[in-house]
């Protein structure tokens, strides 16, 4: 049985890339090693952690303006360590449109003022709301944006524009979709839904907003650090990286993120149309602002949400339970995902209607 | 041809262990998914990260009294969170035996004061100081020892006693050798020497020491948030805890720390007892402070070392230049380098001495 695995991450990994990984995983180009078991500055490792910066920077287009780093501890790390690095005491705007976004600006609080300048939660963080109704700080250290909100199933069409420089939590459509680095001051990202497996952030950064980093940051949480260092001050998560850059390397087979971008686009627009053509099914989220990688639905009740996930299973169709937080289904559709998967999904939806 | 990685870390990992991960790698437990694209809050994830703890705790034999955490960001992150949830503002006394408790003592700096109550940096670190000769603070915070030092290839053979809670960076001999953890306030370990890949630290930490953690530490550096989410606060490294889930059910399987530490000891004997043999090959380190895992040595000059180096690496015993800061060879002789290698290396040793 085809298995298609719908989790909003840790996710589904493009096949190609796992067989690959297998293959070689305990025998890396003849070494007799495998890769999680070389030094990290050996002559073997050194190729691989280029080539992950390397394919990032080609596929995403980023200029030497910017440093791309490899930082461990995933987004909910970078939440704190983004203000203790750019923060300093100033005011920063956050947009809260989700869970994720809240924690951010939480964190944020610690090291200087936090500014919501627009909010969705009245109507459970539903949309993104209209960039013209923000309420932005004059001065703001930075302007905090959270791109695709895994829980709520939102996500930004366009970016807004500010004085400020944007930062972007990317991590559930980092690489998704063509964007444009230079529009942002720094945009990270957990690897573990489009990138590779957990164990580490992508941070990409405006090397000029590294000057506000003060020496009274711990050299761990200094982008400084990672900067200087190439991601590699201290041992870094070798294997983490290592399929990173199987997955770019993928990506890069495959057309690059345009390409990738296209597939998204058509993976949505099927998943989206048939819950727009069925009652049973009901997405809670406003149309212009809907996720092309998380795409929330319930059925009538739920005991039917219960058997709609468990049933799915049995049908090879997995991790399809909404988030803890809000219930309901999640279809997390990311990068990896064949449009055959979301297919499946749909042809098992219709099976699940008739019989309900 | 049998290679040996004598690497300091991230290092050679158990051969069954590469082999079992490597058999799963793209379907673990018929679920056609690997490990590392299962969601870390799925049924089948949340049995290996309780495997991991309940490996670690029974090994180590680690009572109640203590959280047991798995901590992204390596023993690196370790030096500057440990202060910042212990330290307060307060002093503590660092023992400072090598480049690696040097830094652990830097990032404490900015947290609180630091006493150095020893050194051996005067003889280039060759030894472990006398306890009686230590300098202890009144009312220190806590003490801070590195068991092993890798670089100097010293080790601390019994540990100091001390009113405040003794805290020991064990990055290189974790679960090498028998230790009683209730003598310690708290352990940590960078993972990639003896547990698995690198991506993680383990922290075992007495819980009351956690009162210490003040409420402006952010959430992710709080001990008190890995512990009271069983290290899932976040998404955790799930394949590279995995790895130490396979890597302690291996140690528990081959008769537990006890039996590892005998076969280490002998590993070490065998290596020592030659170089004591030969005038051709020299160590620096001071008898009583020898590492039962890194053996430093070196040959009558460093053009034979590199030679030795790379003449050894044409034979399988690979990774055995020394540390970039103080040159010379190295050999790592980690829980899982079998003592075939320590003999291999021992035949590769007389004859590149019979042939210089």
């Avoid at 280029?50 to 910017?66: C, F, G, T």
């Avoid at 969705?120 to 993104?128: A, F, G, L, Q, R």
């Avoid at 302007?143 to 069409?157: K, P």
């Avoid at 988030?323 to 099976?351: D, T, W």
Wanted: hydrophobic share 40%; glycine share 6%.
């Amino acid at each position: 049985m085809a298995v298609y695995n719908f989790s909003a991450g840790p996710a589904m990994l493009p096949k190609k890339v796992m067989e690959k990984a297998q293959a070689e995983f305990c025998n890396y180009q003849n070494s007799e090693c495998g890769v999680m078991e070389l030094s990290h500055r050996g002559k073997l490792y050194a190729p691989i952690i280029a080539r992950a910066e390397a394919n990032v920077r080609e596929l995403m287009n980023i200029s030497d303006d910017y440093a791309v780093l490899f930082v461990q501890g995933g987004a909910s790390m970078q939440f704190c360590m983004l203000a203790m690095n750019l923060l300093n005491g100033n005011t920063a705007d956050y947009a809260e449109t989700g869970v994720w976004s809240n924690k951010a600006a939480k964190e944020a609080k610690l090291f200087g003022n936090v500014n919501i300048c627009c909010s969705s939660k009245e109507t459970k963080y539903d949309h993104i709301p209209a960039f013209d109704t923000w309420n932005l700080s004059d001065n703001a250290a930075y302007l905090h944006i959270t791109s695709n909100n895994t829980v709520a199933g939102t996500q930004y069409r366009t970016f807004p524009k500010s004085n400020a420089p944007l930062i972007a939590d990317m991590s559930s459509d980092i690489m998704s979709r063509v964007i444009n680095v230079n529009d942002f001051g720094m945009i990270y990202a957990g690897a573990q839904k489009n990138l590779g497996p957990s164990g580490f952030a992508l941070v990409i950064i405006r090397k000029d907003l590294m000057e506000r980093v003060a020496a009274t940051v711990p050299t761990m949480l200094k982008y400084t650090t990672y900067a200087e260092n190439e991601s590699m001050f201290n041992t870094p998560p070798t294997y983490a990286v290592y399929m990173l850059a199987l997955v770019t390397d993928y990506f890069k087979e495959v057309g690059g993120i345009a390409a990738m971008e296209k597939v998204n686009d058509a993976k949505a627009k099927l998943l989206y149309d048939y819950l727009d053509s069925t009652s049973f099914y009901t997405t809670p989220v406003q149309k212009d602002s809907r996720s092309r990688m998380n795409v929330v639905f319930r059925t009538p009740s739920e005991e039917l949400d219960a058997k709609f996930v468990a049933d799915a299973k049995a049908c090879g169709l997995t991790d399809l339970k909404g988030h803890r937080l809000v219930g309901g289904c999640r279809a997390s559709i990311y990068n990896a995902m064949p449009i055959e998967g979301v297919q499946a999904l749909i042809e098992f939806m219709k099976k699940f209607e008739k019989e309900a």
